[in-house]
């Protein structure tokens, strides 16, 4: 990893400064809201930190499991969930194993590979600051296809702030699917995650607002108070994906919600 970290602040750069900017103009447009808007909330101030947006990288690699231990977790690696930022990128890959579930019909459905692409995710505080216009992505890992089976599923990740691109495709050395390089970009960490803070003439239009259970709080008090219901037994001790109902400041920690469930 050490030697690939020029790379990797060069990958993360250019996905916080070039990616995301020409996204938050995207999102400008579509909410209504002055050029520039989403762009300031994701600024990055030098030497600033309390200041700056940012994000944080991850690197994951999945060793194929013996068969008993597929059956014990239903074939699942990683179970459904949402992330806790503003945007997920990851790097297509052509091993089969990331699934999203239907808004429509509750069905999971796989994530195709597509070469040189980015898999972008909606995150939750995107659906907080839009009042839900835009919905937090339910995505997990699955054991892949058969013909895929055997094979680990490698991805790599750094600290805050930047991420790098590694060669796609299989390594007969490590016996894996590289990529998934993983960046979630976050807000600047006092940004108010309410609709109230766009004050967007489309939402105000559709009569979106924040709504009445959900209480105030902050990008990065979202996003800390969420981490720390990682693998706690009172959330997750359930049989399948779905996790036992958890609110954050009167906002459900896993936005199934949005399943009508």
Same mark, same amino acid.
């Given at each position: 990893?050490?030697?690939?970290?020029?790379?990797?602040?060069?990958?993360?750069?250019?996905?916080?400064?070039?990616? +995301? %900017?020409?996204?938050?103009?995207?999102?400008? +447009?579509?909410?209504? =809201?002055?050029?520039?808007?989403?762009?300031?909330?994701?600024?990055?101030?030098?030497?600033?930190?309390?200041?700056?947006?940012?994000?944080?990288?991850?690197?994951?690699? !999945? /060793?194929?499991?013996?068969?008993?231990?597929?059956? @014990?977790?239903?074939?699942?690696?990683? %179970?459904?969930?949402?992330?806790?930022?503003?945007? #997920?990128? +990851? #790097?297509?890959?052509?091993? &089969?194993?990331?699934?999203?579930?239907?808004?429509?019909?509750?069905?999971?459905?796989? =994530?195709?590979?597509?070469? /040189? &692409?980015?898999?972008?995710?909606? &995150?939750?505080?995107?659906?907080?600051?839009?009042?839900?216009?835009?919905?937090? $992505?339910?995505?997990?890992?699955?054991?892949?296809?058969?013909?895929?089976?055997?094979?680990?599923?490698?991805?790599?990740?750094?600290?805050?702030?930047?991420?790098?691109?590694?060669?796609?495709?299989?390594?007969?050395? $490590?016996?894996? !699917?590289?990529?998934?390089?993983?960046?979630?970009? &976050?807000? @600047?960490?006092?940004? =108010?995650?309410?609709?109230?803070?766009?004050?967007?003439?489309?939402?105000?239009?559709?009569?979106? $607002?924040?709504?009445?259970?959900?209480?105030?709080?902050?990008?990065?008090?979202?996003?800390?108070?969420?981490?720390?219901?990682?693998?706690?037994?009172? +959330? /997750?001790?359930?049989?399948?994906?779905?996790?036992?109902?958890?609110?954050?400041?009167?906002?459900?920690?896993?936005?199934?919600?949005?399943?009508?469930?």
């Amino acid at each position: 990893v050490r030697q690939h970290l020029p790379e990797v602040v060069d990958y993360i750069s250019y996905l916080h400064y070039d990616v +995301i %900017r020409k996204l938050s103009s995207l999102f400008d +447009i579509i909410l209504e =809201v002055p050029e520039g808007t989403f762009w300031s909330l994701c600024k990055v101030t030098p030497d600033v930190p309390d200041d700056s947006a940012g994000g944080f990288a991850r690197a994951m690699l !999945y /060793n194929p499991m013996p068969e008993e231990d597929e059956k @014990k977790t239903a074939n699942t690696w990683l %179970r459904g969930h949402s992330d806790a930022s503003f945007l #997920t990128f +990851i #790097t297509s890959q052509p091993m &089969a194993s990331l699934q999203v579930r239907d808004y429509k019909d509750g069905q999971w459905k796989w =994530v195709g590979y597509r070469e /040189n &692409a980015l898999v972008v995710n909606v &995150a939750d505080c995107l659906e907080f600051l839009s009042g839900s216009y835009f919905k937090s $992505t339910i995505h997990r890992v699955v054991s892949p296809p058969d013909d895929q089976k055997g094979h680990r599923r490698l991805g790599f990740s750094e600290s805050r702030d930047s991420l790098s691109c590694f060669v796609c495709g299989f390594d007969e050395l $490590t016996n894996a !699917y590289s990529i998934p390089l993983i960046y979630f970009s &976050a807000f @600047k960490p006092h940004v =108010v995650v309410d609709p109230s803070t766009l004050k967007s003439p489309k939402l105000d239009r559709l009569g979106i $607002t924040k709504p009445a259970s959900w209480d105030r709080i902050t990008a990065r008090e979202w996003e800390d108070r969420k981490v720390k219901t990682f693998g706690k037994k009172a +959330i /997750n001790a359930n049989e399948g994906d779905e996790p036992i109902p958890f609110y954050i400041n009167g906002r459900a920690a896993e936005r199934w919600h949005q399943l009508g469930k």
